[in-house]
């Protein structure tokens, strides 16, 4: 028997508990194992991921609807703000708080500023484009351009090129 042979076993110890059991920290355990000994990620586990990572950002959209619906019905019953008791302040979970749109904004105004046009232009065809207020995707952008500097379009060609030694030229 080779250690190939027994990680493989480990990953279907880990996979026949997760049919039995339905218990997701086994898919998260054989993932996690896999990564460490370098073996090829299971295709149940991936499947597992894909599925969980929809059902999660899902769950982030309706979390987020759930809080501005919150934030309305406390404003429409708050008169005097100095006199409101603590349970009308929301606060949201992480969930909530969690936006992809941004990303996608920066890229935009990347790839129109790429093209050769003015940052102003770019940021009001990509607000005017998703329907969103220049000053979001300004936000959006400037929070872009720090988190990938340089001129690459993809968040993972920017982060790559951060660390590449042959990209300091």
């Known amino acids: 028997m080779t250690i190939r042979d027994t990680n493989a076993d480990y990953i279907e110890v880990e996979r026949r508990a997760f049919m039995e059991t339905s218990n997701p920290m086994h898919v998260w355990a054989a993932f996690?194992?896999?990564r460490v000994?370098?073996?090829e990620i299971p295709d149940w586990v991936i499947a597992y991921l894909d599925l969980a990572s929809?059902?999660?950002?899902?769950l982030a959209v309706e979390?987020?609807?759930k809080h501005a619906q919150?934030?309305?019905v406390g404003k429409r019953h708050v008169t005097d703000v100095k006199r409101v008791a603590p349970a009308f302040f929301i606060k949201a979970s992480h969930l909530a708080g969690y936006h992809d749109?941004?990303?996608?904004?920066g890229m935009n105004v990347r790839h129109l500023k790429k093209q050769k046009h003015q940052e102003t232009y770019?940021?009001?065809h990509v607000a005017d484009h998703f329907g969103v207020s220049a000053s979001t995707v300004r936000r959006a952008w400037k929070q872009y351009e720090k988190l990938y500097p340089g001129d690459a379009i993809f968040p993972e060609d920017a982060v790559l090129s951060k660390t590449r030694p042959?990209?300091?030229t």
């Open 32 to 34: 996690r194992f896999a």
């Open 37 to 39: 000994v370098r073996a």
């Open 70 to 72: 919150a934030k309305q």
């Open 166 to 168: 042959d990209s300091e």
């Open 54 to 58: 929809k059902r999660l950002l899902a």
């Open 122 to 124: 770019a940021i009001d």
């Open 63 to 65: 979390e987020e609807q």
């Open 101 to 105: 749109n941004w990303v996608t904004y």
